[in-house]
């Protein structure tokens, strides 16, 4: 079945959710693994968030403008001794796009970094 | 003493599972990811694989923190990669197109179901990435083989037709519309020499025996249609595979409606 534009999946709505909690009013910066773990945690699940599943949900959320990446740089992975991960940003679209995503199910939560409009959905 | 061996070779197989198992899965579920982005646009690969690392990494340094052994952490590693799996697949399908009509598309010589050729322009856009330029040749060249092979095939058919139409409207008697429908018989097997070379020449090949042995035969008109239309059923009954054929696009031969 084909999406309408702009909408969200389950998956989707959940990873922003945590994204947004993670990130605070402060947009701070989080990685791939980071955010699956906050969503294990949040959800009360056993396990962690497949592979497949994160990855192409932050791949489609970053598409629609909801996500901005930036790889780290090398020489930080090096010191640590770890590959180099991805960083993701939350962007104000993101947030309001959540929030559109509230209200359209007719569920009023404050969501930090914006206002969310009061009123039935468009 | 059967028992200490027993107990001795388990130790032994457990310590040595214990040790490569983590190494293992890390190995066969990298070789997945590649396997699975094989053909994918470098920058696409690239990303894909990195997300990969990045995430393997990060399950085993939780894990390593949890204070997980190696084959705790090689099962852990091997259920995060499954639970994603119907993801990973629809990242291809995403690309491709569904699994069913690619493996269609690069089973059928031709390609008549929409769906299937929708798929080999999926995979040929697909492949048609930044450094695969060998498939990207391989399916540019199975493409314009599928048309030739479609095209040829359709002249035959409309070729072939146009001998039953003859027959329908000029001869009269059956000795006259024998030659016509054997003329139909064999443009449809070059015709589906385009389509399916092995299974419809040899249903075919029973078609012009039947055909043949009717013009030698004095048989009574009842019987002619019967034998005919026998063949015409074992000829539908045995290609499945052509749809088309099924769906009566490809007019049926005449003598089965009449």
């Keep these: ?38 969503h294990q945690q949040a959800l009360g699940k056993p396990r962690i968030i497949g592979f497949g599943s994160l990855y ?3 791949d489609r959320l970053e598409s629609l403008g909801y996500l901005k ?21 939350l962007t104000n679209s993101g947030r309001n796009a959540f929030a559109r995503h509230l209200m359209n199910k007719g569920v009023a939560l404050p969501v930090p970094g914006i206002t969310v409009p009061e009123g039935p959905a468009p | 003493v059967k ?5 001795a070779l388990s130790a032994v197989v457990g310590s040595i599972v214990g040790r490569y198992l983590l190494p293992m899965t890390v190995g066969v579920v990298w070789y997945w990811q590649v396997c699975l ?18 995430f393997i990494d990060g399950v085993i340094s939780a894990d390593r923190e949890k204070g997980y052994n190696p084959s705790q952490i090689a099962v852990t590693v091997l259920m995060a990669v499954m639970d994603g799996l119907r993801d990973d697949l629809g990242w291809w399908r995403e690309r491709v197109g569904p699994l069913r009509t690619t493996i269609a598309a690069l089973h059928s010589p031709l390609c008549w179901d929409v769906s299937v050729a929708i798929s080999t322009l999926g995979l040929l856009c697909y492949c048609a990435g930044e450094t695969n330029c060998w498939i990207s040749v391989v399916f540019v060249s199975y493409c314009a083989a599928n048309t030739f092979a479609r095209l040829r ?6 070729k072939a037709y146009q001998y039953v139409d003859a027959a329908r409207q000029f001869a009269v008697t059956p000795s006259e519309r024998l030659p ?73 031969c005449p003598l089965l409606l009449k």
Aim: glycine residues 4%; proline residues 5%; hydrophobic residues 40%.
């Design chain 1, 1 to 38: 079945m084909r999406r309408s534009e702009g909408s969200l999946t389950e998956i989707e709505a959940t990873l922003l959710e945590v994204a947004i909690k993670m990130c605070g009013v402060d947009n701070v910066e989080f990685h791939g693994f980071q955010l699956a773990k906050a």
């Design chain 2, 37 to 54: 982005t094989l053909g994918a646009p470098r920058r696409e690969r690239e990303r894909k694989l990195e997300q990969f690392i990045e």
């Design chain 1, 56 to 58: 192409r949900a932050l």
């Design chain 2, 153 to 158: 095939a359709q002249y035959y058919v409309k």
């Design chain 2, 180 to 252: 016509l429908y054997r003329a139909w018989a064999k443009t449809m097997q070059r015709a589906h020499r385009y389509m399916e070379p092995v299974i419809m020449p040899a249903t075919l090949d029973e078609v012009l025996e039947v055909l043949d042995e009717l013009e030698r035969r004095s048989g009574s008109m009842h019987e002619q249609r019967r034998r005919l239309a026998a063949g015409f059923i074992k000829l539908l009954d045995r290609a499945p595979w052509d749809r088309e054929l099924r769906r009566g696009r490809i007019p049926r």
């Design chain 1, 69 to 89: 990446s930036r790889k780290e740089p090398d020489e930080v992975a090096r010191e640590e001794g770890r590959p180099p991960r991805r960083l993701y940003t």
């Design chain 2, 3 to 7: 028992w200490l061996l027993f107990v």
